[in-house]
């Protein structure tokens, strides 16, 4: 049974989110023959790591809690940055938060699973230092941007 980190910016913290559902379906799947550690940004509430079967969900902190509030509305961090503007101002703190998650996290795990860019380049570093190997899943416009640099070939 292969151990796999998905390092994710959206994923539903509980049953009224609207966050990542398409990402918790497929962790659903991939947990019947896989253990699945989901490394998501933490919300303005308290949660602590919650374990499921063969699914653990860590939130991971990168902000006091009353101003985690980058990545779980509707549209994720891109409508909340256009929103508030000031929310840029979390961005390192963000990228920080989920490096170093990755990096204590990752070493459990036989694999990364990142899910859209930011998560690509944050997830690949850390698998670089601690030697795992990435996979990254473009959604969107990070697949839009990607073909227009000519970064992914079509088949």
Request: aromatic share 10%.
């Amino acid at each position: 049974m292969s151990r796999i980190l998905f390092v994710t910016s959206s994923y539903p913290l509980d049953s009224a989110s609207p966050s990542g559902i398409f990402i918790a379906r497929l962790v659903e799947k991939l947990s019947i023959h896989h253990k699945i550690t989901v490394l998501t940004p933490g919300d303005t509430i308290k949660r602590p790591i919650t374990r499921n079967g063969n699914i653990t969900i860590i939130p991971f902190k990168y902000a006091p809690r009353k101003l985690q509030i980058l990545a779980h509305s509707p549209g994720g961090i891109p409508a909340a940055i256009k929103r508030n503007p000031y929310l840029y101002l979390l961005l390192p703190f963000f990228i920080s938060g989920m490096f170093f998650y990755c990096l204590r996290y990752g070493k459990h795990n036989d694999i990364f699973h990142a899910n859209w860019a930011i998560c690509g380049l944050i997830a690949g570093l850390a698998g670089v230092i601690i030697n795992k190997p990435v996979i990254t899943t473009l959604r969107g416009e990070d697949f839009t941007r990607a073909k227009k640099i000519s970064l992914i070939a079509l088949f």
